[in-house]
């Protein structure tokens, strides 16, 4: 290489990094322009809400200056007819000199009596009430408590049955009415309708196309073949491969075939379920009552089986199962002890009031969820707030003692009725309402002692009314509106990438929420919110103008798309059950109802299947007339394996 080209190729290697340069320059110059551009954007947004809030105090300051012409016009008017009133009782007195020292005599006397004993004088027709500034948002946090609780180990359903009372009686609870807040965006929908469509082939054989390119169809869907009629039915259930195990309010079933057929299991045979007394006589809890939750933890493979008890208030005439101390029951079992048993092997721990310094608090509506290496349960602490729990999965896997943290429930007062976060991870998350407008919401990391909370605002909802008449009358959210009424019942978290672009790490909340505004039905309520730095990414609705949704429960699949679960109904349609992915705009029901009651709920469940987590395991029931000459109404629980076409029938391998 000559001295010349030597040259040459370094100058130009100088103008490439000087191209360089200029091209970070401009790079640089068309993010700034971009950024520009959006708070100009922003600014022309703020400058047009000024000028309106210019205008509205310019129409203020008239009606003001008006309404001080005029009371000063009257005033006048006022001092004129008091001269001539003064003038004529003058004249009176000139031509009646001994009726005006009466008069004067009765007006001192009048003014004794008055500052002996004062009139009230008139109120006054406006009185200014001062603005009543927003609280700032709540950030807190606190640390766990720990206790633990002993094995148990049960097999062959040795146990005599006994009848599981229910949630009869006075066993009804109330979630504190969520208070107004500021007005925040509108009552009105921000999101197009969603459709239920039944769920049946066509003429072709083909699954109805709807929501999606790659719409939703069903793997599985089946009734239990399991006689029920207690109130409500409160359906639960998980899966592993071909072993189901679904459970209702006071009934159990199990298949063993991939949900095709199920055999009826009785708890109370199978558990100890009768009412518990310490060493001393003292009543622990009245016996077996409700709200059993099933899950699956894939991690240890075991089924995991939850139970609430009836408070010791229940055993008084009059009583109530949610007054007094009771306990929940955790069990669990391997998916080959399940089989091989036909679900009656169980290891299981008995969790009492006192473990959690409850004092005479009744622990009631639990829930579970699955994280990493944890269990975690909440129940509300009756009149307080919400308990949760957490449990290491390689001590349940152990079977011996376990070790349980737990919070304060009254931190979470503002939770109330609420579920825990469902796939969860690492973290769980619940939530709460501060008012119509403001969420609280909670995060414990699973490495960590301490749980935290923040208030973040939120778009205003409705709250005021939930009714939604069936066709025969029946408002089927007539309880629903007291308990478990605006409680966040559904969340789940997802991780961006999949079919949703989104944030690293996000929770779903969703709830129900009244009719109003631009909702002539109560529908539900959903809020995405970014974990990384607690802000809302989405808040948006599953609504129909034509009839109300409630009761959501989410789940997400091995996709990081968010399945739910919920029931739907009112106007020309009696509340049924539906399942769907979100985004679709669409759920899918294979079975309508044809009678109503007026406490449908007070949950149904939607969870990953396993091991095709693409997939989700759903249970519901359906309400029906009973076939003449029968009268009355039954429950039909169902169970249904769902997802997208491709994942539950994925096309050959070529």
């Excluded at 921000?190 to 469509?197: A, I, R």
């Excluded at 409705?462 to 007539?478: A, F, H, K, M, R």
């Excluded at 395991?617 to 009973?626: A, Q, R």
Aim: aromatic share 8%.
């Amino acid at each position: 290489m000559t001295l010349s080209e030597d040259k040459l190729l370094k100058e130009l290697q100088r103008m490439g990094e000087y191209l360089k340069k200029i091209d970070h320059s401009t790079q640089a110059a068309h993010t700034a322009l971009a950024q520009n551009a959006v708070q100009t954007e922003v600014l022309t947004q703020i400058l047009t809400q000024l000028g309106v809030i210019a205008c509205s105090l310019e129409q203020i300051s008239k009606q003001t200056c008006e309404s001080l012409n005029e009371a000063h016009y009257q005033t006048d008017l006022q001092k004129s007819i008091r001269e001539y009133l003064n003038l004529i009782v003058d004249l009176y007195k000139t031509a009646h000199a001994a009726a005006a020292v009466e008069v004067d005599r009765l007006r001192e006397l009048n003014k004794r009596i008055e500052e002996c004993c004062p009139v009230e004088g008139p109120k006054p027709i406006c009185e200014h009430i001062p603005c009543t500034p927003t609280p700032p948002p709540v950030h807190g946090s606190a640390e766990s408590s720990k206790a633990s609780a002993n094995a148990n180990i049960v097999s062959g359903a040795k146990f005599p049955p006994i009848e599981i009372k229910g949630e009869v009686g006075g066993n009804e609870d109330r979630v504190p009415i969520v208070p107004v807040g500021p007005m925040r965006g509108s009552y009105a929908p921000t999101v197009q309708g969603c459709s239920p469509n039944e769920m049946k082939l066509d003429s072709a054989g083909l699954p109805p196309a709807g929501g999606a390119g790659n719409p939703v169809v069903f793997g599985q869907d089946s009734p239990l073949g399991v006689a029920v009629t207690a109130t409500p039915p409160d359906m639960s259930g998980a899966m592993n491969g071909d072993v189901v195990l679904i459970s209702g309010n006071v009934f159990a079933a199990l298949s063993t075939d991939g949900g095709k057929h199920f055999t009826s299991l009785n708890p109370t045979t199978i558990f100890p379920s009768g009412p518990t007394r310490d060493s001393a006589g003292n009543l622990l809890d009245n016996g077996l009552c409700c709200d059993q939750v099933i899950q699956y933890a894939p991690q240890i493979d075991r089924f995991i089986w939850l139970m609430q008890f009836c408070g010791t208030g229940g055993a008084t005439p009059g009583g109530s199962c949610l007054q007094g101390i009771n306990k929940l029951r955790v069990a669990s079992a391997s998916t080959a002890d399940v089989v091989s048993s036909g679900g009656t092997a169980w290891t299981y721990w008995d969790l009492t009031s006192g473990l959690f310094n409850l004092g005479n608090t009744t622990m009631d509506y639990p829930d579970m969820s699955i994280g990493s290496n944890s269990l975690y349960v909440s129940a509300d602490a009756v009149g307080t707030g919400l308990l949760i729990l957490r449990i290491s999965l390689a001590e349940i896997q152990q079977g011996g003692t376990i070790t349980i943290n737990f919070t304060n429930p009254s931190d979470s007062s503002t939770a109330y009725g609420g579920h825990i976060c469902q796939d969860t991870t690492d973290a769980v998350f619940w939530a709460g309402h501060v008012n119509t407008s403001r969420m609280r919401i909670f995060n414990w990391q699973e490495n960590s002692g301490q749980y935290s909370w923040r208030d973040i605002d939120i778009n205003s909802w409705p709250n005021s009314d939930y009714s939604s008449s069936c066709p025969d009358g029946t408002d089927w959210l007539n309880f629903m509106s007291g308990f478990p009424g605006s409680a966040v019942i559904g969340t789940a978290r997802r991780f961006g990438g999949g079919f949703f672009p989104g944030p690293p790490s996000e929770v779903w909340f969703a709830w129900t929420a009244a009719r109003g505004g631009g909702f002539p039905h109560p529908h539900v309520q959903v809020v995405q919110i970014d974990t990384s730095n607690w802000t809302v990414t989405n808040q948006w609705q599953i609504w129909n103008p034509n009839h109300a949704f409630a009761y959501p429960c989410l789940a997400t699949n091995g996709n990081q798309e968010i399945g739910i679960s919920l029931g739907w109904g009112g106007n020309l349609y009696f509340a049924s059950h539906a399942v769907g992915i979100l985004g679709d705009f669409v759920v899918w029901y294979s079975e309508q109802s044809n009678a109503a009651i007026n406490r449908w709920g007070d949950f149904v469940t939607a969870r990953q299947a396993t091991p095709r987590n693409n997939l989700y395991c759903g249970v519901g029931y359906s309400v029906l007339k009973n076939t003449p000459p029968a009268t009355g109404i039954r429950f039909n629980p169902r169970y249904i394996l769902f997802g997208r076409e491709s994942d539950v029938n994925p096309p050959p391998i070529k």
